[in-house]
Nanobody, 128 residues
Framework: QVQLVESGGGLVQAGGSLRLSCAAS????????MGWFRQAPGKEREFVAA????????YYADSVKGRFTISRDNAKNTVYLQMNSRKHEDTAVYYC?????????????????????WGQGTQVTVSS
């Protein structure tokens, strides 16, 4: 069992920056690939970014590429999402997720079903 707790959400002005954190507890964090998703009101949960267990090969949604950076610190059991140049359309509840399934590729990390564990989410609001 893995427990995930997101933090760092809040209100930020358009163009500003924010860093989300996701702290994991339970089984060996370093064995899990980690992902960030977001869900805006009335919309489906969508992929944002993912990082492999080793910290290499990050993947990003086209909508955030060049603005967001995913990273992890296995010694601290934490994954981060640095969000720069925020846009109003980035407003959503952001979720982190963990997966120990095989086959880390863009095709699979974009799928909600590929992840075993989810956090409770943290609200991010971008004011225009």
């Amino acid at each position: 069992q893995v427990q995930l707790v997101e933090s760092g959400g809040g209100l930020v002005q358009a163009g500003g920056s924010l860093r989300l954190s996701c702290a994991a507890s339970g089984r060996a964090f370093g064995r899990f690939a980690m992902g960030w998703f977001r869900q805006a009101p009335g919309k489906e949960r969508e992929f944002v970014a993912a990082i492999s267990w080793s910290g290499g090969t990050p993947y990003y949604a086209d909508s955030v590429k060049g603005r967001f950076t995913i990273s992890r610190d296995n010694a601290k059991n934490t994954v981060y999402l640095q969000m720069n140049s925020r846009k109003h359309e980035d407003t959503a509840v952001y979720y982190c997720a963990a997966s120990n399934r095989a086959g880390f590729s863009l095709a699979v990390v974009r799928q909600v079903a590929w992840y075993n564990y989810w956090g409770q989410g943290t609200q991010v609001t971008v004011s225009s």
